[in-house]
Each structure stands twice: as C-alpha cells, then as structure tokens.
C-alpha cells in the first residue's frame, strides 16, 4: 500500500485528520516513519535527539499536558536509509491518539 499525503497552504486538521483514520484503517503490519513525519512536521511538532531505536518529538502545545510533558516518542524498526517503518500496533496505540490530541488542542 503507498502511503503519500500532500500537504500543502490548503491543508486543513480534517485532511490530517483522515489521513490519521487512514493509516488507523490500513491492512498493513508498519507504517513508513517518513509519511508519519511529514505529518507531525505540518501540526508542529520537530523531532528531538532520542536514543537506540526511539524517534522522539516535541510540540509546545504539550507542554502543560500532564501525560505528555511537551514530548512523545515511537519505536522505529531500522529497515536503512529512509525506508523506517514503525508497527501498525505501536502507532494506533501510541501515536494516533497524540497526534488526535495535538490537533484538538490546536483546534481550540
């Protein structure tokens, strides 16, 4: 399955918003980190240094959240270059409801 989005000036929280119900939805076992970038990139979250095999990113507008301190992290599954992935599982119980939760707080 080819996972691209175009994100543009005339991208809107919906776009995302399906594109993340998407991803939640697609019979796939991982899911490219690029694409997931690219999307954490246009809500304004920048990646952070993080160790081993971690992607570690901060939003400002978590910074007061009790559960995420201004910072959220994945598992990457090395596959070289910029073909990482990370599990289907790991993003629809880790990732997805942060980035749902980012959009909401931007929404306000």
């Known amino acids: 399955m080819k996972f691209k989005i175009k994100i543009n000036e005339d991208t809107s929280f919906s776009d995302i918003r ?29 990646e952070v240094p993080a160790s081993g095999s971690s992607v570690r990113f901060r939003h400002h507008i978590l910074d007061d959240h009790p559960y995420y301190h201004g910072y959220f992290q994945i598992h990457k599954i090395h596959k070289g270059g910029d073909k990482d992935q990370i599990k289907k599982n790991d993003y629809s119980r880790i990732l997805h409801p942060t980035l749902i939760t980012i959009i909401e707080l931007l929404e306000k």
């Open 18 to 46: 399906l594109e993340l119900e998407n991803l939640r939805a697609a019979p796939v076992t991982e899911i490219p980190l690029n694409h997931l970038r690219k999307i954490i990139e246009f809500l304004g979250a920048s």
